[in-house]
């Protein structure tokens, strides 16, 4: 947390991705809360998560119970590291941090270490999802508390509807003929799409109303009832 450390995150110029963890081994070293928290965020995007924590939090060993992560209770080892794809250190002993870092390091393991973002290769931004749709957002490590309250302010104005218009955009585009010659005509119908006061409709389940919108732009061939049947459907399951 060291006033160097601070500056060196502030001139890097973080790249954001996605990241497909299902079935990769990631590795938590640490057994506190903000290691319940990466923990959590791992298993939903179904990581095989291990544990490594001399003690842990009740969470943590409620997971450990249920099966859903390996929790190894000692201290960190380097050999930790063989197979890891991810690393997140989240001890509270400074010492411990730069270990795994330094072996993270040597072993071209991705890091994040949860008190220093100046050790870290990766920092976790705050999310908000709705259905296929990620809002996330990053200080860059300068400020946790507002990556926090901008998640919350996000999540006010991203109602659960989005879920829904971003389901229908992607049966939309299953359905037409993707890239070619095709590509600047379904820009089009995209953009037109979205301009529409679809998710008014969404908001208010007003199913014929998005029929009747949905008729107006897209193309013959595309049958905007069934689209919205499948809307319907899928949200009926969901309840
Ligand atoms: C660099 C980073 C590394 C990383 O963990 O990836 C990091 C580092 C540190 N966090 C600290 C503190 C807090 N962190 C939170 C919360 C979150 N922290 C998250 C990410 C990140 N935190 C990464 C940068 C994100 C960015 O770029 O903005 C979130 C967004 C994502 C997540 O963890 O899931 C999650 C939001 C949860 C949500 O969605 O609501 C809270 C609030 C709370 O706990 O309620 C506090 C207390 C308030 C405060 O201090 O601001 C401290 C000081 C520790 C100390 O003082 O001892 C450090 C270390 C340091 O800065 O040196
Ligand atoms: N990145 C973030 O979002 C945040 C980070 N922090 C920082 O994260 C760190 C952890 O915070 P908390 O979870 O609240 O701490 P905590 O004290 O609850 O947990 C620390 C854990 O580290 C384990 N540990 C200690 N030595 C170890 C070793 N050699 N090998 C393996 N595990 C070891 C302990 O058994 C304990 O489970 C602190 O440094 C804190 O300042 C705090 C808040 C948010």
Request: charged share 25%; proline share 4%; hydrophobic share 45%.
């Amino acid at each position: 947390m060291g006033g160097s450390d601070q500056a060196i995150t502030t001139s890097r110029v973080w790249y954001p991705v996605n990241l497909d963890i299902s079935g990769r081994l990631c590795l938590v070293v640490g057994g506190g809360r903000v290691a319940a928290r990466k923990i959590s965020a791992l298993l939903l995007s179904r990581a095989v998560v291990r544990v490594v924590s001399p003690e842990s939090c009740g969470k943590v060993r409620r997971l450990a119970e249920e099966g859903r992560v390996e929790l190894i209770e000692r201290a960190f080892r380097d050999d930790d590291l063989t197979g890891v794809f991810l690393v997140f250190a989240a001890t509270d002993i400074p010492a411990v941090q730069h270990r795994i870092a330094e072996q993270a390091r040597q072993r071209d393991v991705l890091l994040n270490s949860a008190e220093n973002p100046g050790l870290s290769s990766f920092l976790v931004p705050a999310r908000v999802r709705r259905g296929d749709l990620l809002l996330a957002v990053s200080t860059g490590g300068a400020s946790p508390a507002l990556s926090a309250l901008l998640k919350r302010k996000l999540a006010l104005q991203f109602g659960p509807e989005y879920a829904l218009l971003v389901q229908l955009m992607a049966a939309v585009r299953k359905t037409v003929d993707l890239g070619g010659d095709h590509a600047a005509g379904n820009r089009m119908l995209f953009h037109d799409l979205l301009a529409l006061p679809i998710l008014e409709a969404i908001r208010e389940r007003d199913w014929d109303g998005l029929r009747m919108l949905l008729h107006t732009v897209l193309p013959t061939g595309i049958d905007g009832d069934v689209l919205v049947r499948q809307l319907v459907d899928r949200e009926r399951s969901e309840q």
